[in-house]
């Protein structure tokens, strides 16, 4: 039986694997077409698992004769090396694919391309003249895969080589049955060298998520091997949180059948797919420590985002495009957010204060004042206790410590609230997970204590018809996951009374929506923020 591919490209008899039907006909088109062009998409998207099982495809096909280098492993080898072992990977791909292919050719080949020593942009010209020539029944399609390991005093000279090629081959000249295909994260028909773009004369094709089909086929492929279903709902479930990423879609499978211990001759539900998103959002894979290392050169543009504050997609802006070409964030119609659920939740993780700079803030409120006996008993979390105390100390430390930034105060406090709460709850085993819903500023933080679910909504106060929306939006959330007693906490930050607090006479009152319990919390805070959070 196949498996789910976390690692390298998909080989179709060993993974299951989507064939992107209408990005592997275009590939083909273009390459018939002796086209040069880019394919650009972050990492983990499949663009060499495209890219090498279309050549496998192309060369059953026709005549073609397709080569895949990688120039990640070249990084940061000088120039006269860069081209060395360029030339080994060439010969030992072209070798090989004449033996099986053209035998009768592969003496002359072999002789020739022994007679060239490889070291710089002229002899990787002439390398590639006499073989074009030698193998003239042949199309020669070189895909040249995470193309900016390309060394960098190489890089300007190597783009302008393939760019004389091109137009030599446009002109009736050499490398007639030659094309070059660029691999990377971005589109290197936009890169400027000086006041020129080297590779403009290319083409580009942006690789995109898995569509929701693609996802269904995915993983129908495993239930038709193995026998186990993956329910409607339960896709839906994954292509909600995921949208679709395709690292993240083979990810959440792998959780599913092979690390929660579930019976596998049962279909798998919602309730499972669930289950594999709050271990998903919990761990620190090498994808997400990629997202935050990225991360962190644009963190004011992604707290923004995930503060709620709309930001118009604008395709002429370095930092947007930088900031998709890494994944961070997509566009959704004019707009831009982050790029899909589950990279929200481990986006804001990853910005929220660490358990030191949360005890640094708790020492300067003098926090030992505050009342933590009561929260926790016959294993049931007293959460509204610990909201009480959160209270009290967003009063004490008045957010004086914090320095003002463009950045929506508000999220300092949401921020904190989560750090507050899993600092305290994970003395006893728990941890907390949080979801947060781009745009309107909502955002719900999940705590799991020995097994036990307690939903906590946060939201900016933006008026009373925003707040009754989300009481709504709560009742539902705490429904479906059959809990009684939710939580809503408001974060106010205007200098006047809230209206909602004058009215019901304190900061904390009791709502019932469709027969379920929600105790409100409406908290003030100062229009500062956090130089912890680094807002």
Known sequence: MRRFNLAGPCNPEKHYYVRRHANIERLKKMIADGMYFVVYAPRQMGKTTTLSNMLVELEKESHVIGILLDFEIHQNVEITKFYSEVKKSLDEQILRKLSRREPDKLGEVKSFIGSIEMSDKYSFQDYFKGLT???????????????????????????????????????????????????????????????????????????????????KELYGQYAQESGQEFLPEAIAFIYEKTLGQPFLANRMAIIIIDELGLDHSTAITMERAQRAYESLVMEDNNNFKTIKRHAQDYRDELLKIIAGVEIMYNPHSEKQTEMRNFGLITRDSDKITIANPVYQSVLNKFFSPSRDEMRSIWQNADADSLEFDNFYSGNVVRMDVLIENFKKFMDRIGLNLFKVTENPQEIVGQY??????????????????????????????????????????????????SFNAGLLQLADYMRKESVSEGYYVIFDPNLNSNPKELEKGSYRFDETVNGLKIIVFIIRIKPKASSILGL
């Open 133 to 215: 020539h030698r193998l003239s029944d042949y199309h020669i399609s070189v895909v040249i895969d995470e193309f900016e390991g390309c060394p960098d005093e190489a890089m300007k000279d190597f783009l302008f080589m393939l760019r004389s090629f091109y137009i030599s081959k446009n002109l009736g000249g050499n490398f007639q049955n030659l094309n070059f295909c660029l691999v990377g994260i971005r589109d290197l028909t936009q890169l400027t060298v000086g006041t020129i773009s080297p590779f403009n004369i290319a083409f580009s094709l942006h690789i995109e998520n898995f569509t929701v089909d693609e996802v």
């Open 416 to 465: 904190l609230l989560t750090s507050f709460i899993n600092l305290a709850i994970s003395n006893i085993g728990g941890s907390t997970f949080v979801e947060v819903l781009t745009g309107i500023g909502r955002m719900d933080i999940i705590a799991i204590v020995r097994n036990r679910k307690y939903i906590i909504e946060t939201k900016l106060w933006a008026g009373e018809s």
